[in-house]
Structure formats: structure tokens, C-alpha cells
């Protein structure tokens, strides 16, 4: 099944831990490539939450941003925490000596400081764990609608492989008749030449000039590559790169029979499916 590579999801939850949120976009990338923004408390649980992503997204450029705020500190008497407010008069100091014209901190920025208020010291452990729920809740949102998207351009692509087939199958179709049509104007033109030749060796170049302009390899091959972009699109798992190699093959047999076109029948059938191979190759683009 084909999975877009451009979602959002985002999930929060508030409790007496304070207000957690994820907000995680992906969009399409040729590769798997993941940027992550957290809070200062969570900075060492990244490893983990990268590889959570990476295992649910295989390609793809994700941001991740988890947003923090912790629970409202319950004040106890001053509430002030005059070891803190030692450390950093003692920090401010030590600047000042390096620094001398650095401006001293003032009192709203000392108590805006962390721990200067004498608030509970955060349970790291459980704001990993609740971050790690709610990161799982989040991907199994951004993997739903990644989903939902994909089976939009997998309709999209069947579509296009519908009329493609169809071209295909007429050009095939109609190739005795361009053959028959294309061999008769050669023998007319060399019915109005002055000079006469060998008719065996006419015989010859005309069969030459018609092997060279014979399109049903190209059809076959053609039908070949559409089938088996119709089964890659059932799939699980990863299928974008697969589907744009077949883009490419595709292609390229488009474009070897639009050389060999020698009837305007086969130009037009040519343009047409490479068109339809071009609209495909934009919305492969963005299968995962």
C-alpha cells in the first residue's frame, strides 16, 4: 500500500507533570532525514526518540519538535533557593572578571532562573516516559494520515496506468495498419524515381526501414513496466524509489518510440503517453 511522505500529526496532554506536546511534519525527501527540537530536560533522551521515528518512517524529512512547560511551583515560605542564587552571584563574578564590562543580572532574571524558586526537581524519568507515550500516539497520527494520503495517489497513479494501458494497447492495435500505411508510401516514392534499381535490393531496404521503425519490442516492454508498477503499488512497506525507477523505464521506452515514429498516429500516441508517464513521475515523487 503506498504511504505519502507529507503528513502532520501532533498530539499533547497536560497533568501534574506540567503540558507536553509533539508536532512531528514530514515531507518528501530521496532519503530518510530527521530533525528533532526538544526541551532542555529531555536533551538526552533524543537518541531514543530519533529512533522511534525511524523505525516508524522509512523516507522522508520529519521535524520533530516536542514542547514543554512544566507544572505551575508551589511556593513554600520565601521559596527561594539561596544556594542557587549563591551559585550564580558566584558565576556572575567569575564573567565579570574575564568580562568587566559585561552587565551584572538583574532580579527578574535571577528568579526567572531554574531551581531559583525553590519549585519540586522534575522526575526525569516519568517526563521520559510520559514524552515516549505520547511520541507513539503522535506517529501512529502522522502514519493514519500519511495513509490516507497514499491511498489518494495510489488512485491517482492507477488512474494514469488505467490510460496509459489503454494507449499502449491502442498503438498496438493500430501498428498493422501504420505498417501498411508507412510501406506503401515508401514503395510509392520509389515507384516516382527516375533511376531504377535492383528490385530485390529495394525489397531489402524497404524491410530494413521497417524493422527500424517496428515499435512492438518498445509496446511490449511498456506493458511490462505498467504491470509491474501496478503490483509495486501493492506493496507494503517503502515502494517510492522502486516506483520511480519504473518511472524512468517508462520513460525511456516512450522516448525510443517516439524516435522511431514514422506515422503521425505514433507521434501523437507518443506525446500522449509521455504525458501521462510525466503526471505519474510528479505524484511518485511523493510515495514514501
Not at 530536560?41 to 522522508?60: K, T, W
Not at 558565576?91 to 528568579?111: F, H, K, N, S, Y
Not at 503499488?233 to 517510492?240: E, F, Q
Amino acid at each position: 500500500m503506498a504511504k505519502s511522505m507529507t503528513a502532520f500529526g501532533r498530539e499533547e496532554i497536560r497533568n501534574s507533570l506540567g503540558y507536553l506536546a509533539w508536532e512531528i511534519r514530514s515531507v518528501n525527501h530521496r532519503y530518510q532525514e530527521i530533525s528533532m527540537r526538544l526541551p532542555e530536560e529531555l536533551r538526552s533522551a533524543e537518541p531514543d526518540f530519533r529512533r522511534s521515528i525511524a523505525n516508524a518512517v522509512q523516507r522522508g524529512r520529519v521535524d520533530a519538535i516536542l514542547h514543554y512547560q512544566g507544572a505551575e511551583p508551589i511556593s513554600v515560605g520565601t521559596g527561594l533557593n539561596q544556594t542557587e542564587i549563591r551559585r550564580l552571584a558566584q558565576w556572575e563574578m567569575e564573567v565579570q572578571q574575564i568580562i568587566p564590562d559585561a552587565p551584572g543580572l538583574r532580579t527578574a532574571e535571577i528568579l526567572r532562573w531554574p531551581g531559583v524558586l525553590g519549585s519540586e526537581a522534575v522526575n526525569i524519568d516519568h517526563l521520559y516516559n510520559q514524552a515516549s507515550g505520547l511520541l507513539e500516539k503522535t506517529l501512529a497520527v502522522l502514519l493514519s494520515n500519511r495513509k490516507r494520503e497514499g491511498k489518494k495517489l495510489s488512485e491517482l497513479l492507477h488512474g494514469c496506468l488505467s490510460s496509459a494501458r489503454n494507449l499502449v494497447w491502442q498503438t498496438k492495435k493500430n501498428w498493422p495498419t501504420i505498417e501498411a500505411d508507412f510501406k506503401s508510401r515508401l514503395e510509392e516514392r520509389i515507384a516516382n524515381l527516375e533511376t531504377r534499381f535492383d528490385s530485390g535490393r529495394l525489397e531489402q531496404e524497404v524491410v530494413l526501414l521497417l524493422s527500424k521503425a517496428d515499435i512492438r519490442e518498445e509496446i511490449d516492454r511498456l506493458l511490462l513496466h505498467l504491470d509491474e508498477t501496478e503490483r509495486v503499488l501493492t506493496m507494503d512497506g517503502a515502494i517510492g524509489r522502486r516506483l520511480d525507477f519504473l518511472m524512468q523505464e517508462l520513460n525511456r521506452e516512450a522516448n525510443t518510440m517516439a524516435a522511431k515514429s514514422a506515422h503521425p498516429k505514433m507521434t501523437t500516441s507518443s506525446v500522449d503517453l509521455k504525458v501521462l508517464i510525466e503526471q505519474m513521475r510528479e505524484q511518485v515523487q511523493n510515495v514514501e
